[in-house]
């Protein structure tokens, strides 16, 4: 009899989570295990990356809803006398206008204003998983039944009281959460030392034969540039620290290198990304590249990846672009040493835009230096795809 397994996360856009949660998909041995996959966002790049034994549940009906333009919404709820739905998502509307919300103040008003018309899963699961904090974690622990709930927990972050109180209620119903670092297991439990004996680590899981495959497959830069490429991938949002790369960027074009730096990503961001490229005059300097399901290719022929990261839970990027032995400058984030080496396999400045501009600047300039990098991160141990057996571990 198979192991019947629910995963459940945001979305499956290219993002660090979202990667290893498909490389974790590609690992698992489907003559023992079933698995289904709940979504709160479709269409992402990755999708086309899972498996084929992999079920996508469909669309929840709120999720349907949602993505419907307010006037035929409107007119739905007017047609079926079921104004439920729209209530709720006006509700949600105007809850996050009020103002500026973290993304786990946003997933809570998100959760108070949409939980009441979002369908229970009417299946029983001998597993269920949330494999990201907020949304997922609250759904997996209200909406479904299984014999045991296993929440991930990717991201290092701090909550007030509001939101830890909020959370708490549904970390409860959970058997083991789960870490994606020792540091994101040591942040997590400064707010919640209660689960001390309920936490865990698995990192995120890599498979360098998968990277190393996927960087020799489909196309990559097309400018025909042949100055210096730098490359960061992540979402443009206040948690990469965008704003540090494009001061970055601006001191590297007044010093007068050769250079282009390009971005992977979308997000919240992108506007005021743009506005500040061209108000700085960086549109021939920094790139918008927008998400692509094989970031693989941009990072192989990369020169230097930065990562300009305020928090990270693991760090995902950085650990491909390690796999295809492309040094690395990255800001000293809380879980940055869980696998960086400061001066062995890249460098780790400050976080601030001047060490950022400094560091880049040395990786550039010293040249015995980058190569004694590259000629390091050539023998460094790749990837870490004996983490699944820690997965099987947990499921057993």
């Known amino acids: 009899m198979k192991k ?17 949660l498909v490389t974790l998909l590609s690992l698992l041995d489907y003559t023992k295990h079933s698995v289904d996959l709940m979504l709160f ?46 209530s709720s998502r006006m509700k949600y509307s105007i809850g996050i206008r009020k103002k500026k919300y973290s993304n786990a103040q946003k997933a809570r008003v998100f959760w108070q204003s949409v939980s009441n018309v979002i369908e229970k899963n009417s299946k029983e699961y001998d597993f269920a998983i949330s494999y990201a904090q907020g949304i997922p974690t609250f759904y997996v622990a209200e909406k479904v039944r299984a014999k045991k709930k296993f929440a991930w927990v990717n991201v290092s972050y701090r909550l007030d009281k509001v939101e830890k109180d909020f959370q708490k209620k549904y970390y409860d119903e959970y058997n083991k959460i789960v ?3 020792d540091t994101t ?38 400018d025909n540039f042949d100055g210096i490429r730098i490359l ?71 020169d230097i990846y930065v990562q300009t990261s305020r928090f990270e839970g693991f760090g995902i ?19 940055v040493y869980s696998q960086m080496i400061e001066g062995k396999n890249g460098l780790v400045v400050d976080m601030s835009s001047k060490a950022v501009y400094d560091g880049i600047l040395k990786m550039i300039n010293e040249i015995e230096l980058r190569e004694s990098i590259v000629d390091y991160l050539r023998v460094e141990k790749k990837g870490n795809i004996e983490e699944v057996e820690k997965f099987y571990n947990l499921i057993s």
């Open 4 to 20: 019947q397994l629910l995963f459940v996360i945001d979305s499956l856009d290219c993002a660090g989570a979202e990667k290893s």
């Open 41 to 86: 966002g479709h269409g992402g790049e990755l999708e086309e990356l899972l498996p084929t034994e992999v079920k996508i549940l469909k669309p929840l009906k709120y999720t349907e809803f949602a993505a419907l333009d307010i006037k035929k919404a409107i007119k739905d709820s007017i047609k079926g006398v079921d104004f439920k739905m729209l």
């Open 179 to 181: 870490a994606v670092s």
């Open 185 to 222: 297991k040591e942040i997590f439990l400064e707010t919640f030392p209660a689960y001390s004996k309920k936490v865990e680590v698995i990192y995120d899981i890599n498979n360098p034969e998968f990277i190393i495959k996927m960087a020799d497959f489909g196309q990559g830069y097309k």
């Open 232 to 302: 960061t991938i992540g979402r443009l949002a206040h948690q990469k620290g965008y704003d540090l790369a494009l001061e970055a960027c601006k001191k590297l074009k007044e010093k007068g290198i050769k250079f282009r730096w390009y971005a992977l990503g979308k997000g919240p961001l992108i506007k005021e990304i743009e506005e500040k490229i061209i108000e700085n005059n960086l549109s021939d300097h920094f790139v918008l590249l927008g998400v692509k399901s094989n970031p693989y290719p941009y990072i192989k022929n990369a």
């Open 317 to 335: 990027a950085i650990a491909e672009a390690r796999m295809l032995n492309v040094p690395v400058v990255t800001t000293r984030f809380d879980a």
